[in-house]
């Protein structure tokens, strides 16, 4: 069982940053991790993944370029760092683990894939 709990949701105007944290309660290393978010009225969407091991991350077409996830294992700790935010990015964002076997190095995109998610954090951007 992984426990995840996200921070550094915030307000932040339009061309602003913000880096968003997931903390596992347990070792990350045998998980692959993901962020989604939901805003309003619409479904959970993907948002980007990376591999267990850190070596390769996927990221939907409306972030790439702006955002960048990465890990570190020996923290327990993935993070999202948003670039060049727009308004369109206001959500609530979810981190979720997917336990991946150790001789695999898939990286899920699917919600529905995702054994464990965490509360979510608030982001939201101002025009």
């Known amino acids: 069982q992984v426990q995840l709990v996200e921070s550094g949701g915030g307000l932040v105007q339009a061309g602003g940053s913000l880096r968003l944290s997931c903390a596992a309660s347990?070792?990350?290393?045998?998980?692959?991790m993901g962020w989604f978010r939901q805003a309003p009225g619409r479904e959970r969407e993907f948002v980007a993944a990376?591999?267990?091991?850190?070596?390769?991350?996927y990221y939907a077409d409306s972030v790439k370029g702006r955002f960048t996830t990465s890990r570190d294992n020996l923290k327990n700790t993935v993070y999202l760092q948003m670039n060049s935010l727009k308004p369109e990015d206001t959500a609530v964002y979810y981190c979720?683990?997917?336990?991946?076997?150790?001789?695999?190095?898939?990286?899920?995109?699917?919600?529905?894939?995702?054994?464990?998610w965490g509360q979510g954090t608030q982001v939201t951007v101002s025009s």
């Open positions: 979720a683990a997917k336990w991946i076997n150790y001789l695999s190095n898939s990286v899920p995109q699917g919600a529905n894939q995702y054994d464990y």
């Open positions: 347990g070792r990350t290393s045998s998980y692959a």
């Open positions: 990376i591999s267990r091991r850190g070596d390769l991350t």
